[in-house]
């Protein structure tokens, strides 16, 4: 009789092992799994932080760049400061009333010489 009663308990020893391993398996699982979930959200951290950083890269090129300014700001778009800008206009005007006398007296004197005027 002490044979029989140390037989089922080596079944259940057996029968222990399997659910132990199914438990093992589901923990080194879900580790793994875990693991993966901690990966992928630091890449994805990683890649925003890229992106950011392009992104922040890319408007300073833009704020940078010449044309950008003129386009942004203006003909004078180099200073902000309204006095130098009104100084930049009143120059550009007198070089246009400057061209535009210029061109006139070339005008007359090419129609006298034609005998027009």
């Given amino acids: 009789m002490e044979e029989s009663k140390s037989i089922p308990e080596d079944n259940n020893s057996i029968e222990s092992s399997p659910d132990m391993e199914k438990k093992t398996k589901k923990e080194e699982n879900k580790k793994t799994f875990n693991e993966f979930l901690e990966t992928a959200t630091k890449q994805e951290s990683n890649e925003v932080e890229n992106n950011s950083v392009l992104k922040a890269e ?60």
């Fill in 58 to 117: 890319e408007s300073e090129t833009k704020k940078i760049s010449l044309f950008r300014r003129v386009l942004n700001d203006g003909f004078d778009g180099i200073s902000s400061n309204p006095n130098y800008k009104m100084l930049a206009l009143l120059i550009i005007l007198l070089i246009n009333l400057s061209l535009f006398f210029v061109i006139g007296n070339i005008g007359k004197a090419f129609l006298r010489k034609a005998g027009i005027m």
